[in-house]
């Protein structure tokens, strides 16, 4: 059983969201699927007579009669087979010390005074029977004979048998929990759809990336899905959160994504420069290694590989490399600055310092790319077109930015002797 | 002059501003020495270190793949001549003042200091002259002085000779002709002589003794069809890398190869 929830048209203002929320969710809706209930291996259908529960009764619940945490509980239809009717026979009733705290619980006329009254059942107006023997932790946990919550209280406590009279109640039960829990799911579905977008908007983080008018990552996306719909929902339908589980109609392959990303015309290059930013620092290169990871190469006495949490496509790796290596001059799509180690600096600390640097770098990296070109880190980094520099100083015009100096005096004097020497040993040809 | 019992290895270190074209020199030096291995059917080139063929130990390879404008610390080629290995190295034309690659550099010329070392200046003939002077005063003299030694790259200077390379020289011919080229090259050349005699108080009359000019055009990878006065530039080029090679080639390697100019040239 599932419901489709679609993403509210409101957030089509905020296209990048609309546009990742559609591509994540496959076609532009969000299913829901709650779990469908399956028999039990203690459920029971009755054959024409009900001489199962007598039989179970006596069998199964009369030896027990002396356990104290023994409960025997049917559920059956009225004769008017429209209300449902609770009775149960617990084995310490007799007790003045539970009967008390159980009778302020629930309705004396539930309870039978005599488990053989149990046996005598509307077997066609059966609904369920279910036997608990860990009453005790009933007790604890009080008992809530809610009807929604009713499966999961019966789940939770597992030596229960339930009888129901034939496949076909099963069947109609079903049936009617399904259309009554999918009702309510499209109920809930229209509702979401404004909650949603309230949630967006009150979500810190989406906030902070609408803000920047950025898109959101997949993995945000499924966060927030995960954490703040899921949530709503389970909240909604009082389920567990087993029960309630996210699917795409259309769940993107990694070459959907590879080639999504390959339509952008947009790539990156990151160039050093002699600014004053970006003195003392090391150099490192960006470039792919065998598993088709981002590999941060820095040219530092250090070898450790870490991962950036913010995007998993990128690994750093930190590289004693040589000035030669083949890796250092693989640089296809960009350069980085890093802070270099020092001297007097523990193995361990330039580590973490230079791990939180490239980190840094790299985010710094990752928002200029959204804020000034429309893609990703990792987008630009993957795609091979034309080169634009996001930071730095291209060499080229680094060079016309050097300043002019004109010779000293002294040496003008003897560039003017000089000249005339040249003059007569000039020749191009 | 250090000296030392045992056989300096040859090094030619080129120096200049960035996109100078120090790494088209290489280059182009190296589709010929692909040219002439196969007519003289023999390997001269050792092996290549430059961005985009990584190592290789084909100079067709450095020919065609090297990637330009990609130097980060310093681009190599080593050759073997009938006297010896050759190194032909070039540092990035533009180091920071200070900082790791500014670091690199200068442990990489100062690995050079031992050797039989000369200079070959790089000049772009379409950049600024004083934002050259200012490239020689604040990067590579300073660069080389701390590497080597001011004193020694004096004596470097004065007694190994030295080359200068006018680069770049077809832009200026075909916009303002073979005489605003003339005036040119004059003004670049006596300006970058007369910087050199004042940094490194050297003698007016050594110095012209110790250096040779070239202009040149180093872009060999150039479709059209060349005019005459470029290819004329292109083969200046060669004659200046086949002069940077003299003391490791014979006299027969050297007139064989020069006899191979016009050849490889008549293909462009």
Redesign the interface.
Known sequence: MSVRMHIPRSLKRFKYLYDMLSAFLGGGSLKIGIRKLRIPESMHFLKESGDEINEFIRERIYPLYESESLLVGVVQYTYDGENAEMRMWYSSLASNEHKSSLASKISPEVFVQDPGDLSVLDVEGLHVCYVFSEMKRILEGGLRPRFKSFRDFVIEHLDYRIFLRDRDLYDRLLKGLSSSITDLAEKLGARFSSEILKAVYGNKIVREVLRSAVTLRDDEIRKFLEDVVHEMLVRALSGRKDDIIFTCDVPLSGDDRKSRREVRPVAARYE???CKE??????GTLCRDPRNKLKVCL?IPLVTDVSIPSDPLIVLSVYPLD??S?M????EHM?IVIR?IFSGESIEHARSRCEHVVGSEINRINDTLRRRYDTTFAEAVLTHYEVITISGVP??R???K???????L???N??Q???E???AR?S?? | MRTSLFRKENVVLLLG???AGKTSFIVTSCCFLSYAEKKLNRKIFVEG?L??V??TTDPQEVCTKTIL??T???D?VKLRGGRGLLRIVSVS?????????RD?IEH?VAGLADSNLRFTFFFDLE??L??H???F??FFFPIINKAIGRDHVRDILLYNKFFVVLNK?DRILLEGG?RE??DR??EY???F???L??SYDLP?EEV?KSYRSY?TFCNVREHAKLRD?VR??LK?AIRAFLDMCKPVLGPDEHRSLDGLVGEWLRQK
């Open positions: 050093f420069f002699s970006t003195e003392h620092w090391v150099v040219r000035v030669r083949s250092f001059r693989n640089y350069l270099p060499r080229r680094a060079r016309e050097v300043y002019k100096t004109p010779l000293s002294e040496a003008m003897i560039k002797r000089l000249k020497r040249l003059r000039r191009i040809f | 501003p960035t996109y270190h961005p985009g990584y190592s404008r990609a980060i610390i310093s190599e034309g533009h180091p920071p003042e200070s900082g790791v690659i690199d990489f950049y600024d004083e934002r002077i200012t490239m005063n604040d020289g073979i080229l003339e090259v004059e050349e006596s300006t002589l007369a910087l005699i004042k007016e012209l202009v006065e004329e530039l200046n």
